[in-house]
């Protein structure tokens, strides 16, 4: 390697560890709380209807039917309700975009809960679908009375950057998804700050692999040096588990296998 190039790879490193700091700056950030009492895992009222964002995705997928397997009522918010694949009496979907606010209003009107899986393959220039789709929500969420929120962000963001692998870390958030990564800081600032009952979920990566059931999660999931895994169908199930817990209630636990 001549000077040059040491010095690109020296700027481009410096590069990707600014952007992990700016993650971890522009997330959730736990604070420290000082009481008495930890966080009660107390059975909460369990809601009866929940509203699906995110639906036709693979996660979304897997939340609409484990949810449907629950005994919800759902209704998923879908831009192509064709693509959900899935029919249950129990189940209402409304066709429509999240950064639709009054599709979202239509949407929201009689819930007790939302369960956002959003996601958008947008890698490459700058968008606000996430923060924007959220922002939605929430508003709509305030309009309408209804007080839980789970959504799905990822390790790497907030008090989580640079939990999803050095790969990730150097490579994949710097150079494919540093937009992407920062619309998920927002969107996860915009929860934070918000008044609802939030829990916001972490996941290491994806895959879809079948239900294992048994997956790690807290805030010291993740690891700077190899990326851990975790399957879609796993992370719905704990969302789902987080609609009947406080042990979360205002934090943002990673999870993997
Ligand atoms: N891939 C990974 O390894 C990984 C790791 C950690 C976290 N995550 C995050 O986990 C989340 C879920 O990922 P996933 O791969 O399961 O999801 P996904 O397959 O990318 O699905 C995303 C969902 O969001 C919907 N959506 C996008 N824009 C929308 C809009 N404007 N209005 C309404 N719906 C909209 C999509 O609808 P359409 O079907 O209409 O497009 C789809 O249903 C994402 O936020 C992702 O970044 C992913």
Redo the contacts with the bound molecule.
């Keep these: 390697m001549n000077g040059t190039e040491m010095t690109l790879l020296a700027l481009f490193i410096l590069y990707a560890i600014a952007l992990s700091a700016g993650l971890m700056r522009a997330g959730h950030r736990a604070r420290p709380v000082l009481r008495a009492d930890g966080p009660s895992d107390a059975p909460r009222n369990r809601p009866a209807r929940i509203l699906i964002?995110?639906?036709?995705?693979?996660?979304?997928?897997?939340l609409v039917a484990q949810a449907l397997e629950r005994g919800y009522v759902v209704t998923a918010?879908?831009?192509?309700p064709a693509?959900l694949r899935i029919a249950h009496p129990q189940l209402t979907v409304i066709q429509?975009?999240?950064?639709?606010q009054a599709a979202v209003e239509v949407a929201m009107r009689g819930q007790q809960a939302v369960v956002s899986?959003?996601?958008?393959?947008r890698f490459f220039w700058p968008t606000r679908?996430?923060s924007g789709?959220t922002r939605n929500l929430l508003h709509a969420m305030a309009a309408c009375g209804v007080r839980r929120l789970v959504c799905?962000?990822?390790?790497?963001v907030g008090d989580s950057a640079g939990r999803?692998g050095l790969y990730y870390t150097l490579f994949t958030i710097p150079l494919i998804l540093p937009f992407?990564f920062w619309d998920?800081a927002r969107q996860e600032r915009i929860i934070a700050e918000s008044p609802v009952d939030w829990v916001i979920v972490?996941?290491?990566?994806?895959?879809n692999a079948g239900r294992r059931g048994q997956l790690r999660h807290g805030p010291q999931v993740g690891n700077w040096l190899w990326t851990e895994?975790i399957s879609?169908a796993d992370?719905a199930g704990f969302m789902l588990d987080q609609l009947v817990s406080d042990i979360y209630l205002r934090a943002a636990p990673g999870v993997a296998w």
């Design positions: 964002v995110g639906a036709t995705g693979g996660t979304g997928r897997q918010l879908a831009r192509n693509k429509g975009d999240v950064l639709d899986a959003l996601g958008h393959k679908i996430l789709g799905e962000t990822s390790l790497g999803m992407y998920k972490r996941p290491g990566r994806l895959t895994r879609r992370v």
